[in-house]
């Protein structure tokens, strides 16, 4: 059954209570603040705000911008009924990465781009809160550099610079080839949890 847009506005007063019901859309809140990650003990929730676009039903594809940005997200069941989303409202998206698993040439010509696929937390993140999800995630970025020391590795994605860390030396070893300004594809696995906040 549809949700009104009154009663969205409604469950965003209501708060706690609205989101212990069945199909409630995830509204916003405070995140742990850190995730157990295997082989990386625990990492810090990285917390951010955007704004919606566009919204894609039958998908659940959403255009969100962030800073001037623009990328898609596909917002999964958890979160809850999209009919009652719209453009300009805003979603926080609380998050934790694994370490990098595969890095790979890019084809020639390819734009900065993520996609998704939904798998199976087998244990690679601990006290998981509930309606987070866990993503297979590959991101088509430029290369910007590579820090052995900290076990690093920074590009310029859709969202724009992010990082994320590496441990595994068969990955190490591949991201030494690299120049920087090379297009790549990077896979790796993340937790996320997408929640509806006010508007402002």
């Known amino acids: 059954m549809p949700v009104s847009r009154r009663t969205l506005l409604a469950s965003l007063v209501a708060g706690p209570l609205v989101a212990c019901l069945p199909g409630a859309v995830a509204l916003a809140r405070a995140p742990d603040r850190t995730v157990e990650v295997r082989g990386l003990g625990g990492v810090a929730v990285d917390s951010f705000n955007v704004r919606v676009l566009s919204v894609d039903l039958p998908t659940r594809t959403v255009q969100v911008e962030r800073r001037g940005r623009q990328w898609r997200i596909t917002l999964p069941e958890e979160f809850g009924s999209l009919n009652a989303l719209r453009r300009r409202d805003r979603l926080q998206i609380n998050r934790v990465e694994s370490a990098l698993v595969t890095v790979a040439p890019a084809r020639r010509g390819a734009r900065p781009d993520v996609t998704f696929s939904a798998t199976r937390n087998d244990g690679l993140f601990g006290n998981l809160p509930a309606r987070w999800v866990v993503r297979n995630v590959t991101v088509t970025a430029r290369f910007v550099s590579f820090d052995a020391a900290r076990g690093t590795v920074s590009y310029e994605g859709p969202e724009g610079p992010r990082t994320v ?26 937790a996320t949890e997408f929640v509806l906040t006010p508007r402002s």
């Open 165 to 190: 860390r590496v441990a595994d030396p068969a990955v190490v070893s591949a991201l030494q080839q690299l120049k920087r300004g090379d297009m790549v594809k990077l896979s790796f696995t993340e």
